[in-house]
Nanobody, 123 residues
Framework: QVQLVESGGGLVKTGGSLRLSCAAS????????LGWFRQTPGMERDFLTV????????YYNASAKGRFFVSADEAKNTVYLQMNSLRPEDTAVYYC????????????????WGQGTQVTVTS
């Protein structure tokens, strides 16, 4: 079974940028549709964005639109999340996931998850 491996998280100041990567380890993605979520302690995992990496179609939640940009490199079996103009409230663990259902807002629509990568934005 393919594993999703996130990387690229870290500590950044307000206004800074980070690019997260999500790679398929041990094979290729088994779904054409990949998404990014984030979670803070004690809160539910929130949907940010989804991409069909074959067609390039994307969709963003309001919290991500305008500052976050999802992209994919099919040849590298990797999906990216470019995050700009970061704010302290963006501090969270960020997860990528493969979808097996089309209700993109729901974690229950995802079959596989990465381990998460911590993003911390300082003021």
């Amino acid at each position: 079974q393919v594993q999703l491996v996130e990387s690229g998280g870290g500590l950044v100041k307000t206004g800074g940028s980070l690019r997260l990567s999500c790679a398929a380890s041990g094979g290729t993605f088994t779904s054409n549709t990949l998404g990014w979520f984030r979670q803070t302690p004690g809160m539910e995992r929130d949907f940010l964005t989804v991409i069909n990496y074959v067609s390039g179609t994307t969709y963003y939640n309001a919290s991500a639109k305008g500052r976050f940009f999802v992209s994919a490199d099919e040849a590298k079996n990797t999906v990216y999340l470019q995050m700009n103009s970061l704010r302290p409230e963006d501090t969270a663990v960020y997860y990528c996931a493969q979808y097996n259902r089309s209700s993109y807002f729901y974690t229950s629509s995802c079959a596989d998850w990465g381990q998460g990568t911590q993003v911390t934005v300082t003021s």
